[in-house]
Each structure stands twice: as C-alpha cells, then as structure tokens.
C-alpha cells in the first residue's frame, strides 16, 4: 500500500497554464509538506500544513497555493506556470520528526 | 544562506570497504539530525537519525556521528553493498519548531563497484 502518492507522476505544459499536483498520505499523520528538488538536486521546502492549517509557507511566488482540503490530501495549485517552474515536486508528511514522501511529479515547462 | 551543506556531491566506494558521507551545518539551534537514501525516480526514504544530545547512532550498517562543536555530521556505511548507489541527504532540524520543518543538503550521490 502507497503511503504517499501524487498524481500526476509526470506533467508536461506550456508557459502559462494553470496546473494541479494532489498528494494523499494514508499514514494518519497531521502534518504534510510540498518540496521542490531543481536542477541541482537541492530539496527545498515550500509549505508545510498542520491539520488543514498552514504553518510553513516560504519564499515562494504566490503563483503556487496550497489546499488541504482535510488532514490527508495537500494539493499544489501552480497559475501561469513559467519555464523556472520546471523542477521535481516532492510532497512528505510527517508524525514528528521522520518525513515520509511520495514518490515526485516531474514537471516541464515548454 | 545554505543552512546545511554536503561538500561532496558524489562518492565512489568499492563494494565491502565503507563509505563516509559528510554534512556540516550553520544554525547552532538544529538539535536533530537525519538522513535520507533516494534511488533515481523515487521520493527519498528516512535512513538514520541522532538527537544532539548524542554523538553516535548506529543501525545494522549504518552509523552517523554527530560532533556539536564541528558542526559535523558524517554518515558511516560498512560494509557498502551496490544496492547503497543512490543519491544521500542530510538534513536538520529544531525539535518542537515549525512542525518538523527540515532544511536539507544538497545530497551525495553515492556509487558502489562490485
């Protein structure tokens, strides 16, 4: 059984569209996340939720909203989606300390 | 400011010798430390992790070393088999801080020769 899974594993677009990633966990946990690992294999962390609740929300363009519509989905809405967004993004969720993370959406931007 | 530092992006180890990732830190408040193995086209996986009220931690082949006044931590793999290839990060944290947030390294790609 998939403990973290996104949909779409893999997402090809144009510049400027509006685009959906969904993340599920089915591990119970309160808290999930949404990474971004870029060309250089840097994972940095975008926002972070704690039950439905946004708690970490970092440097990110707001072209990129979170929805966590109940303790287990996080979803990441991308509008007007530019060829920099082009990246893996990785969603995790956690109990405490230990994150566990679904498996990327490969995102390009043409 | 790169909280979290791996120097070295890749290492090559001959299967049975061991392998010894390093990753150095800045924030002196980081007071948990932990590693992940990701293999290409997967999410990475929790490895090992030590409290900084420890300077060692070990599990089966895997031990980390924490040296607080370093600000170094080092992942100590023995014996390294080929199945161990895949890219390692480090990552830290402030337990009881921002819900878990962890600030990662930018990974080792660790490659072991049969």
């Known amino acids: 059984d998939t403990a973290v899974s996104q949909t779409p594993k893999y997402l090809v677009t144009q510049m400027g569209n509006d685009k959906s990633i969904k993340c599920e966990q089915n591990?119970?946990?309160?808290?999930m996340y949404w990474y971004k690992q870029d060309s250089k294999k840097f994972l940095k962390i975008m926002f972070s939720?704690?039950?439905?609740?946004?708690?970490i929300n970092e440097t990110v363009p707001n072209r990129f909203s979170p929805k966590s519509p109940d303790k287990a989905h996080l979803n990441l809405h991308i509008n007007s989606l530019e060829l920099g967004d082009s990246a893996v993004y990785f969603c995790a969720s956690s109990q405490r300390e230990t994150q566990y993370f679904g498996p990327g959406t490969r995102l390009l931007v043409l | 400011d790169q909280q979290v530092k791996q120097n070295s992006p890749s290492l090559s180890v001959q299967e049975g010798r061991i392998s010894i990732l390093n990753c150095d830190y800045t924030n002196s408040m980081f007071d948990y430390f932990l590693w992940y193995k990701k293999y290409p086209a997967e999410g990475p996986t929790f490895l090992i992790s030590i409290s900084s009220i420890k300077d060692k931690n070990e599990d089966g082949r895997f031990t980390v070393f924490l040296n607080k006044s370093a600000k170094h931590l080092s992942l100590h793999i023995v014996p390294s088999q080929p199945g161990d290839s895949a890219v390692y990060f480090c990552?830290?944290?402030?337990?009881?801080?921002?819900?878990?947030?962890?600030?990662f390294g930018d990974g080792t790609t660790l490659t072991v020769k049969p």
């Open positions: 939720y704690n039950n439905k609740e946004l708690i």
């Open positions: 591990l119970g946990h309160d808290t």
């Open positions: 990552a830290a944290q402030r337990l009881n801080t921002n819900a878990g947030k962890s600030t």
